[in-house]
């Protein structure tokens, strides 16, 4: 459960959100069985080609259903999707079309989960909302502290970065003390009928469709050469918007010797840079600058040591936190990063706290 700082012997109504999946199932049954009144909200967040082919939220929906039945509780549908569309759709075709890798699920965290959302809840008269997220909050003097989550394979403290106070206030992480075998052991103890269903991968709004196909129904495509570092012709790609650092399937060069990878895109000229060998010097940065900051005490921590995620499941990394004259967090590493890729996010971490971040520039 979270940190005893948070538990209290008050009994809360408390809202859940139940996406069909195992992790907010236990982490519904848990807070019931606590004593707390608990209300279930699915949430839709995606209605464009909402197709059984592809998509799974009418099925996640019945998950749900099921889960809340089996658990005793009430629940709810509600629909965001235009919100959804509003503050986070557009921004992802936004970022794709200028080159660089968005990463929607940070997004829809602060914009959708913990703010639209957030609302609803409160209109239930819930006092706090409780997720299925791999993570733990803290209560101290100073206010409510994001940590990471035990089971170090699945924290999500990462995509949980962009949460101000007033969101952690009110939020409960009760997964966060537990490893993911001991909730699928809870789930199948007490007779969901979701505990062994696999967990959720990708981008949510695009399912188990092939990307590319995705993206061509929203962005046009512009065909371009891969060339190396030297100006060599490799091949050509579809589209820089297909391609983000470090990817190394799919590219279509041939021959012998080290595999190749995406070092770059060139915006100008629409060509993509290729290098070969998992570990070429360009792919590699010591340094890296990140705006769009957000920081989850409410303000912005002092210049100084800490550590660093580029890249979610990446090891933390040991950096120097600067700003530049712009007001853009600068974090210097210690050893040079593999594959910073704009448009992803630059999460800073002091021990177990996250104190925030930004979007890699």
Excluded at 334 to 359: F, I, K, M, N, R
């Amino acid at each position: 459960m979270d940190t005893p700082p948070q538990m209290t012997e008050k009994k809360q109504r408390i809202v859940v959100g139940l996406s069909g999946g195992v992790d907010s199932a236990v982490t519904a049954h848990l807070l019931k069985q606590e004593g707390h009144e608990v209300i279930g909200v699915f949430m839709q967040n995606w209605e464009d080609d909402n197709t059984d082919d592809y998509c799974s939220i009418k099925q996640d929906a019945l998950d749900a259903m099921a889960v809340a039945d089996v658990l005793g509780i009430d629940m709810e549908v509600v629909n965001f999707a235009s919100e959804y569309k509003d503050r986070v759709f557009h921004y992802f075709l936004q970022e794709y079309a200028a080159g660089r890798t968005p990463n929607p699920d940070v997004l829809c965290n602060a914009e959708i989960k913990f703010k639209a959302f957030l609302d609803y809840a409160v209109s239930l008269g819930a006092e706090a909302l409780a997720t299925g997220h791999y993570a733990r909050r803290t209560q101290t003097e100073a206010g409510a502290l994001l940590l990471k989550g035990i089971d170090t394979s699945k924290d999500q403290s990462y995509f949980l970065y962009r949460l101000q106070p007033h969101q952690l206030a009110p939020s409960l992480f009760p997964l966060g003390g537990l490893e993911k075998t001991e909730v699928r052991r809870i789930a199948a103890e007490i007779g969901l009928p979701n505990a062994k269903k696999k967990d959720s991968t990708g981008i949510c709004f695009i399912g188990e469709r092939p990307f590319r196909a995705f993206l061509q129904q929203y962005l046009p495509t512009h065909p371009g050469e891969m060339v190396t570092p030297e100006g060599r012709i490799m091949g050509q790609h579809q589209g820089l918007m297909y391609h983000t650092l470090g990817q190394r399937q799919g590219l279509g060069i041939g021959g012998e010797g080290l595999p190749w990878f995406v070092a770059g895109k060139d915006m100008a000229t629409n060509r993509l840079l290729v290098v070969q060998g998992h570990d070429h010097p360009a792919l590699l940065s010591s340094v890296l600058e990140a705006d769009q900051l957000a920081w989850t005490l409410g303000h912005r921590p002092a210049a100084g040591r800490y550590a660093a995620k580029t890249r979610y499941r990446m090891a933390d990394a040991p950096c120097e936190l600067s700003y530049t004259a712009e007001g853009y967090a600068r974090l210097t590493f210690d050893t040079p990063q593999w594959a910073v890729t704009p448009g992803q996010s630059a999460v800073l971490y002091h021990g177990e706290v996250c104190l925030g971040g930004g979007v890699i520039r």
